[in-house]
């Protein structure tokens, strides 16, 4: 099983929009992109997806791999692939991490999500987000707020069981 992103961070922004991906993650990027070599930068997918998202999705390559073949097993033609195409493939971009481990946000990827001098990166297993964060700290609240409802000795484990009720 390939490595997965773990962690969090908040990254300066160059007014270029170059921002610093966590080393870790870029380990991540390299394990995942078949073409990786040590004398290579990795390759990797941002989703910006439409209007209601509010972060920046990053793809490995093995991730997104996945990603299109599971849209592709669907219908040719089917409402469902062509929406979902839209947000793989339509709004997204390849991108290459540079010598210096940056990844370069165009001002349209920083308007979409309202990122300007610093970008909150956080894991999500197979992928990693970029947020503005303040936008994320609000995310969070929410997120949080669904944890408050147990007891302070629940386990979150215990959602992993899809037959238990919570």
Do not use: C
């Not at 997918?45 to 439409?50: C, Q, R, S």
């Not at 370069?104 to 909150?120: M, Q, T």
């Amino acid at each position: 099983m390939a490595r997965r992103f773990r962690g969090e961070s908040i990254h300066k922004v160059d007014a270029k929009g170059r921002v610093s991906i966590p080393a870790a993650f870029r380990r991540v990027l390299e394990e995942n992109d078949p073409e990786w070599s040590d004398r290579q930068n990795p390759n990797l997918v941002l989703v910006y997806g439409g209007n209601t998202r509010k972060f920046l999705e990053g793809y490995s390559i093995a991730a997104m791999n996945e990603v299109d073949e599971q849209i592709e097993s669907l219908p040719r033609g089917s409402s469902r692939r062509r929406q979902l195409e839209r947000q793989f493939s339509g709004l997204a971009v390849n991108m290459q991490v540079d010598d210096t481990g940056r990844l370069v946000l165009s001002p349209k990827l920083r308007e979409k999500v309202g990122i300007k001098d610093e970008a909150y990166f956080i894991a999500s297993g197979d992928t990693f987000q970029i947020w503005q964060p303040e936008a994320y700290a609000e995310h969070a609240e929410k997120s949080d707020a669904f944890f408050d409802e147990f007891d302070e000795d629940f386990d979150p484990l215990i959602l992993l069981d899809m037959d238990t009720e919570v």
